[in-house]
C-alpha cells in the first residue's frame, strides 16, 4: 500500500460534490453487491487531490 497522505481541508463546494458522489454511491449499493461504483469512486479522488494541490498552491504561498 502506499503512503497515506492526510486529509485536505474541504471548501463547502468540494463537501457538497463529495457528498452528492458518496449518496449516489450508496444510491448504488442498495441495487446489488455487483453494481460497478468505480466511476463514482474515481470522481470522489479526484475532488480530494484538487483539495490537496489547492492546500499546496496556498501553502507555498
Known amino acids: ?3 497515506h497522505e492526510p486529509e485536505p481541508k ?9 457528498t452528492y458522489y458518496v449518496a449516489r454511491m450508496c ?3 442498495i441495487a446489488g453487491e455487483d453494481v460497478h461504483q468505480a466511476d463514482l469512486k474515481r470522481k ?12 499546496a498552491k496556498t501553502r507555498s504561498k
Do not use: P, Q
Open 44 to 55: 470522489v479522488d479526484r475532488v480530494i487531490e484538487g483539495a490537496r494541490k489547492r492546500e
Open 27 to 29: 444510491k448504488r449499493s
Open 10 to 18: 474541504l471548501t463547502a463546494s468540494e463537501k457538497a460534490k463529495v
Open 1 to 3: 500500500m502506499g503512503k
